[in-house]
């Protein structure tokens, strides 16, 4: 059965500090992947969506970017991040014919 | 760019029906209707989806009207733990990945 995975769960940064998160996904090949935030109270926000290795599309521009080394691995990066940075970042996948499945989220608080 | 109006917010009481609207006038033929929920600091879940025909799984029925112009999500006996954000959203099967947005949805309180 196919699993997404998504880390750390929770995570608190300073102000101008590098950012990392990480997504993988089990048991499936070539999925769509997609990058979304979530301030607190709003909805969902797409930031970023991948439909293969190397392949990466931005929704929004700011200071975030992301990166598809790996066919199920897909990471959201920042050189610098901001206070206006902080939220909820979910990481999903899906086929072109199916719904899409969710991880299970990275609060992220800049301080 | 989400194609979809619900309103913000609905109450139910528990045990009875909880019937969520949808609103999406510029829906194209090949569109499907799609919707999630959203239970507190928790990544969305996939509840149910069509195209012109009414569908019904365990977890809800979709009501789409005859013009697919609308959509009703509806939970049959609200319980408290269906209290969540739901989204309706519409999109192209069989395309790319550049057709998955979310609105805002709308946050259904189960009252006991």
């Known amino acids: 059965s196919q699993t997404i995975h998504q880390w750390p769960a929770t995570l608190v940064q300073p102000v101008g500090s590098p950012l990392s998160l990480e997504c993988t996904v089990e048991?499936?090949?070539?999925?769509?992947l997609y990058w979304y935030r979530q301030a607190a109270g709003r909805g969902l926000q797409l930031l970023f969506y991948s439909v293969g290795i190397g392949q990466i599309s931005s929704e929004v521009p700011q200071n975030l970017s992301a990166s598809r080394p790996q066919d199920r691995q897909f990471i959201l990066s920042s050189k610098k991040l901001l206070l206006s940075d902080s939220g909820f970042y979910l990481c999903?996948?899906?086929?072109?014919?199916?719904?899409?499945?969710f991880g299970q989220g990275t609060r992220l608080t800049v301080v | 760019d989400a194609k979809t109006t619900q309103p913000p917010s609905m109450d139910c009481a528990e045990g009875r029906a909880a019937n969520l609207p949808c609103n999406h006038s510029?829906?194209?033929?090949?569109?499907?209707v799609y919707w999630y929920r959203q239970i507190h600091s928790q990544g969305p879940q996939y509840i149910i989806h069509g195209l012109k025909n009414n569908e019904t799984n365990e977890m809800a029925s979709l009501i789409i009207t005859e013009d697919r112009k609308s959509s009703t999500l509806i939970l049959p006996h609200a319980t408290l733990r269906d209290t969540a954000v739901y989204y309706c959203?519409?999109?192209?099967?069989?395309?790319?990945?550049?057709?998955?947005?979310f609105g805002t949805g709308t946050r259904l309180t189960v009252i006991p």
């Open positions: 959203i519409v999109r192209v099967l069989q395309t790319g990945a550049n057709n998955l947005f």
């Open positions: 048991g499936t090949s070539n999925p769509n």
């Open positions: 999903a996948w899906n086929l072109r014919e199916t719904e899409a499945f």
């Open positions: 510029t829906i194209s033929g090949n569109e499907y």
